[in-house]
């Protein structure tokens, strides 16, 4: 069977596309699974559900499994770290998915270290901020108030990691967040490349040693 000889990927589905075209170029010699990234909007439900999933997989893949999520993802103190050494699993050294996408190890605090950006990639621009809204509406939250935390944010960055950022330049308008597009930044998929692969070395030798 395929999962005795591969490892898995479990990774929050905001990265789908990306992770897809490179397992489709040869790049990732993995099974693939997805979390959905509408998950996001709650600590608690994207623990649960991120547990369901490794649990199911562990004992299918003896050789190991890589989690594509962010030390942050699940919470200010690394509550995602310790969630991936709870199971004996290897993590991408990122912070966040925006972090995968420049290359991980703190690189986003890098790019915006006064926090003065939105940093959005497509899996963001993609239905995941519509979901937000109607997540706050249902707290009673109007589309103003979720306007006004932007205040004090200069404008949007777009990481145009699949090159298509002109097609997306209209999908930001659309989310109305009141900020300017200031950039859109060719980055192509080199850098996600180098933290899966960090990460699936990691497992290898990890699994090499027990």
Known sequence: MAEKTKLCIISCSVLKKEIQKLAKQGELNADLIFVSKYFHVEYSLLEKNLRLIIKANLRRYPKGAILVYGDLCLGPNEEMKHLAGEYGIVKVDALNCIDCLLGGKGKVTEADPNQEMFILSPGFVTGFFDSVKETARREGIDEESLKSLFNGLKGI???????????????????????????????????LKLVLSDAMERNRCLKKVS
Request: net charge negative; proline share 3%.
């Open 157 to 191: 960055v777009f990481l145009d990691s699949l090159g298509e950022g002109e097609k997306v330049r209209e999908e930001i308008e659309k989310m109305n967040t009141g900020l300017p597009i200031l950039e859109v930044k060719s980055i192509g998929l080199e850098n």
